[in-house]
């Protein structure tokens, strides 16, 4: 556990910037590339926990090429080349600044919401009598605003387009990429066993041109159930069988945490931390159909440094 990656401070030629996010570093090369590094960091509330993840950086890396690969029929995409398990690098675009959130069924935030009495989520209507994890009629978008730090907001398709964060244009091209995306992705879920349950996508901007960016239908930005037995105990009322974070989340409030401010977040042995890694690779070999395999982290921080530097004398 001691190999795993929580920061990274490289040096590169051409470096710009570094910017660091809640689990990734992400290096701007002379303007025009990005280099990403997904750690092993993982938050939940938009809090960062305090250990890292074995094996979470790579799972979601390349979770996340794998469908950039799958969908690059759908929307260009910003992907160029992974030359590490933990990197990948691609175009610099200017990102939109919403995040595009999109529902299949009526469970988590949404479901707590709900639970509550709210009957429309970013200005979309939802019906009354619906029941945790059940299935919208069709799904919903339900963009959030994109925090530098702090909580992204709720916010409806109207205030976007009020508010000039996107235009009218760009935001209803953003609209039918999202669904398009959701559609693939829950159709190689189905495949696999797995329902994709709600996930996000950020889109950004070159040239004139809308590319699709960062991860995409990870463990970190998806939900997925398991297709078997989804029915059976949705008519006995008894929770789902998922793989995506909200365990995580849930093991934090079971232990008092719920993202707030002077709460601290509970201590992370040793035990729970390998069975978090235990269910990333679990997520990564049922969505992906693959094995996974655990690439050599005794020099992690240099074998990523050196096969970025590789890249980029290419």
Same mark, same amino acid.
């Given at each position: 556990?001691?190999?795993?990656?929580?920061?990274?401070?490289?040096? *590169?030629?051409?470096?710009? !910037?570094?910017?660091?996010?809640?689990?990734?570093?992400?290096?701007?090369?002379?303007?025009?590339?990005?280099?990403?590094?997904?750690?092993?960091?993982?938050?939940?509330?938009?809090?960062?926990?305090?250990?890292?993840?074995?094996?979470?950086?790579?799972?979601?890396?390349?979770?996340?090429?794998? *469908?950039?690969?799958?969908?690059?029929?759908?929307?260009?995409?910003?992907?160029?080349?992974?030359?590490?398990?933990?990197?990948?690098?691609?175009?610099?675009?200017?990102?939109?600044?919403?995040?595009?959130?999109?529902?299949?069924?009526?469970?988590?935030?949404?479901?707590?919401?709900?639970?509550?009495?709210?009957?429309?989520?970013?200005?979309?209507?939802?019906?009354?009598?619906?029941?945790?994890?059940?299935?919208?009629?069709?799904?919903?978008?339900?963009?959030?605003?994109?925090?530098?730090?702090?909580? @992204?907001?709720?916010?409806?398709?109207?205030?976007?387009?009020?508010?000039?964060?996107?235009?009218?244009?760009?935001?209803?091209?953003?609209?039918?990429?999202?669904?398009?995306?959701?559609?693939?992705? !829950?159709?190689?879920?189905?495949?696999?066993?797995?329902?994709?349950?709600?996930?996000?996508?950020?889109?950004?901007?070159?040239?004139?041109?809308?590319?699709?960016?960062?991860?995409?239908?990870?463990?970190?930005?998806?939900?997925?159930?398991?297709?078997?037995?989804?029915?059976?105990?949705?008519?006995?009322?008894?929770?789902?069988?998922?793989? !995506?974070?909200?365990?995580?989340?849930?093991?934090?409030?079971?232990?008092?945490?719920?993202?707030?401010?002077?709460?601290?977040?509970?201590?992370?042995? @040793?035990? *729970?931390?390998?069975?978090?890694?235990?269910?990333?690779?679990?997520?990564?070999?049922?969505?992906?159909?693959? !094995?996974?395999?655990?690439?050599?982290?005794?020099?992690?921080?240099?074998?990523?440094?050196?096969?970025?530097?590789?890249?980029?004398?290419?």
């Amino acid at each position: 556990m001691n190999n795993t990656v929580i920061k990274t401070n490289f040096r *590169f030629d051409g470096q710009k !910037s570094l910017y660091k996010g809640k689990v990734r570093d992400v290096y701007n090369i002379r303007n025009q590339y990005l280099v990403m590094v997904a750690t092993d960091r993982i938050s939940a509330f938009d809090v960062v926990l305090p250990r890292g993840i074995p094996y979470k950086g790579q799972v979601l890396n390349q979770i996340a090429a794998k *469908f950039l690969d799958a969908t690059a029929d759908i929307v260009p995409n910003w992907k160029i080349d992974v030359p590490d398990p933990m990197v990948t690098v691609g175009v610099l675009c200017e990102p939109f600044a919403v995040e595009m959130i999109i529902r299949g069924y009526l469970t988590g935030s949404s479901w707590r919401s709900y639970s509550k009495g709210a009957r429309q989520i970013c200005g979309v209507p939802i019906p009354d009598g619906m029941k945790e994890h059940e299935a919208f009629t069709q799904p919903i978008i339900t963009p959030t605003t994109k925090a530098t730090e702090g909580h @992204d907001e709720d916010i409806s398709k109207e205030e976007i387009i009020k508010q000039g964060l996107v235009s009218k244009e760009d935001y209803e091209q953003l609209e039918k990429y999202t669904a398009a995306l959701f559609a693939r992705g !829950s159709e190689m879920a189905w495949q696999k066993g797995l329902i994709l349950v709600d996930t996000k996508y950020e889109f950004g901007k070159r040239d004139g041109k809308i590319y699709l960016i960062d991860e995409i239908h990870t463990p970190d930005s998806s939900r997925y159930f398991y297709r078997e037995g989804y029915e059976e105990r949705q008519q006995k009322g008894e929770p789902q069988k998922q793989l !995506s974070k909200e365990f995580v989340r849930e093991w934090l409030m079971e232990n008092g945490f719920h993202g707030q401010a002077g709460q601290a977040v509970p201590e992370m042995s @040793d035990d *729970f931390v390998q069975q978090v890694s235990e269910r990333y690779i679990e997520l990564y070999e049922s969505i992906t159909g693959e !094995s996974f395999h655990k690439a050599d982290a005794t020099q992690v921080l240099t074998r990523i440094e050196n096969n970025i530097k590789d890249f980029l004398k290419k």
